[in-house]
Structure formats: C-alpha cells, structure tokens
C-alpha cells in the first residue's frame, strides 16, 4: 500500500481562516454593540432569538442539531452492518417529526417555555391549560 502525504493546502487554509475570520467578526461586532448598549440582551433573549426568528432559522437550528457528527460518521457504519434497515428507522424518524410538529408544538408553544424539560416543572400549568382552555 502506498501511503499518501495528506495536508492543507493553500486553498484550505484559506477557507478555514475565513470560516475564523467571519466567527470572529459576528462576535466582536454582537460583543461591542452589547457594551455600546444599543441590544442589551437577556439569557433567554440570547437563548431564544428574542422569539422573532423566522421559519428559517429555526429550521436550520432544529436540523442542524439533529445531525449531529455522531449521526453523520455512525449512518455509513449502520447501513453497511443493517443494510436497509436503516431506511425504516428513517421512516420512523419522519413520523415521529410529524407527529412532534402536530400534536407537542401547538401545545407547548403558547406557554412560551424555552425547553420541554421545563413542563415537569410547570405540570400544573399545562394541566390547566390543556384541560381548561382547549
């Protein structure tokens, strides 16, 4: 077997300077607008997008999320050990997607929570909700 010298190249370094170089812009330029006291934000501000975001950017946070690397380098070893199979656990990760979309959004999303770990905490509150307002 023939071993092959692998670096960066000149291009390479390029793209992954800029990719540092734009990351470091949004957050000086965030970072001095927030000592300038123009957007001085909350955590669930920053956490949350001020909840103005639009469809796109939360689609983008949802699946970017969701792919993880984990998901990306395990799919080729699962479909190389399962064959096809893994085409059914897809199947099942879009229903479950669906029915997410359908049933949980509409529910939790007028109570303005950040997370749904935070509807153990409220319990009560999503009972009301639930039982008394729908």
Do not use: C
């Amino acid at each position: 077997m023939v071993s092959e010298d692998v670096r960066f190249g000149t291009w390479d370094w390029v793209v992954f300077a800029a990719m540092l170089g734009i990351s470091a812009i949004i957050g000086i330029f965030y970072a001095v607008r927030e000592a300038l006291g123009h957007n001085e934000a909350t955590t669930g501000e920053y956490l949350m997008g001020g909840r103005k975001l639009g469809l796109i950017p939360v689609s983008i946070s949802i699946l970017v999320s969701f792919f993880s690397a984990i998901v990306l380098l395990g799919n080729p070893a699962e479909m190389y050990t399962l064959n096809t199979m893994l085409v059914w656990a897809t199947v099942g990760m879009y229903l479950a997607v669906v029915l997410a979309a359908a049933i949980f959004v509409p529910l939790l999303y007028p109570l303005q929570l950040t997370s749904s770990f935070e509807v153990r905490k409220n319990m009560l509150y999503l009972y009301l909700y639930v039982f008394i307002v729908h």
